[in-house]
């Protein structure tokens, strides 16, 4: 009751009240720590702690993308990077998200197929880079299959997991209706498995412009990293700095396109750390 008085050595509880954040105010603060580090940036080039030999400074660099995509060099490897990248990505999404459903839902795709996996999945796919160049050769198919190969794991591990997560009584209870076993998986044990799924999304999304790089560094004659090769040749560290830049863009993006989808697909949950 409101009169009560708590015994001695306690106090009465008091409910946790949760000040509601503005989206700008949000943006804001996610904002200030890149726009510290350019501050920082700047002043050290202004200053002359930061050389142009080592690193260009931030107008040098926004000359040197003026001139990328003046003369269409940076929009042609804008655009082959995000072929070779999405491309691998859709491959491995498919692949990570098959063998997961398998080796999560069936027994007998576990005991088939997950110790298989779960060792390749130990193998560093950088290690994959001199065998791929014996058997494909340098061209598009060794750089796409080599993303494919990074993304896989992510997506299998998190598919996996949402799958073998997903209530047995519910699955029984579909299954005593009559519901067919693909029917199941679409309808029943996939929504169930959602955030698992989006987790496993967001990694590989991430992993292919990890894979990117490494891809475009077997004998690249387009992309972003033959971009960087040819700057590195010349010292252009501008340049260097733009292809960087452009690759940490690339990662940000994936990660805002899956929050999105987070968003649209799972609107109740509530953002991380809101409740902090």
Known sequence: MSGTVPPPGLVRPQPRRHRARGRTYSATVRAAGPIALLALWWAASATGLLT??????PAEVLRAVGELWGNGQLPDALTTSLTRSGLGLLIGLAAGLTLGITTGFTRLGDELLDSSVQTLRTIPFLS???LFMVWFGINETAKILLIAVATTFPMYVSTTSGVRDTDPKLIEAMRSFGMGRLALVRQVVLPGALPSLLAGLRLSMTLSVI???AAEEINATAGIGYLMSQAQSYAR???LAVCILVYGLLGLTADVV???LERVLMPWRTPQGATR
């Open 52 to 57: 142009p030999d080592v690193l260009a400074s």
């Open 211 to 213: 894979a990117l790089i």
């Open 128 to 130: 994959l880079v001199p």
């Open 258 to 260: 899956v929050r999105l």
């Open 237 to 239: 560290t501008d340049i």
